[in-house]
C-alpha cells in the first residue's frame, strides 16, 4: 500500500486526499504535523532520499505531498500516479483545511471548480 506523507494545512495535500478518497485509492496517511512521530519519519525521508535534493535546497519548500511505495520509493508525483490508476486527477479543486473526511464530500471534478492555492512560505508551492 502506499503511504502519503502530507499535512491537512497543506491545499496540495488535501488535493491528493481528495482524490485517493474520491478514487477510493488504498493508502495510508501520514499527516506529518499531528504528531511528532510523524514528522520525524517524514524528515528521515527528507533528509536522506536523493528525491529532495532540490527541496532541501530551495529555501521555503517542504516536499509534501509525497507519495512511498512498499519497494520504498518515492514520487511528487501523485497526479500521474491516479492516471496510472485509470482515473482523472483534480489537482485544481480547492479543499477547506477544515474538511474532515473528506471522501464522504468528494464529488467529481468540474471545470467550473476552482484553482487551489500552493503551500510554502513563499507561495510558490510546496
Same mark, same amino acid.
Given at each position: 500500500?502506499? %503511504? ?10 488535501? $488535493? ?15 499527516? /506529518?504535523?499531528?504528531?511528532? $512521530?510523524?514528522?520525524?519519519?517524514? *524528515?528521515?525521508?527528507?533528509?536522506? =532520499?536523493? *528525491? ?6 530551495? =529555501?521555503?519548500?517542504?516536499? /509534501?505531498?509525497?507519495? $512511498? ?5 518515492? %514520487?511528487?508525483?501523485? $497526479? ?7 482515473? =482523472?486527477?483534480?489537482?485544481? %479543486? ?20 476552482? /484553482? ?11
Amino acid at each position: 500500500m502506499v %503511504t502519503l506523507y502530507g499535512s491537512k494545512i497543506c491545499p496540495d495535500c488535501r $488535493q491528493c486526499k481528495r482524490n485517493f478518497d474520491m478514487y477510493k485509492i488504498p493508502y495510508t496517511y501520514c499527516d /506529518i504535523t499531528a504528531k511528532i $512521530q510523524n514528522l520525524k519519519a517524514f *524528515l528521515r525521508l527528507r533528509d536522506t =532520499e536523493d *528525491l529532495f535534493k532540490p527541496v532541501r535546497e530551495e =529555501e521555503h519548500r517542504v516536499g /509534501i505531498p509525497v507519495l $512511498q511505495f512498499e519497494d520504498g520509493s518515492l %514520487t511528487f508525483d501523485w $497526479q500521474g500516479y491516479v492516471r496510472s490508476l485509470g482515473f =482523472e486527477a483534480d489537482d485544481k %479543486t480547492e479543499v477547506p483545511e477544515d474538511a474532515e473526511d473528506m471522501s464522504a464530500d468528494a464529488k467529481a471534478p468540474t471545470a467550473e471548480m476552482p /484553482i487551489g492555492k500552493a503551500c510554502g512560505l513563499d507561495g510558490k508551492g510546496c
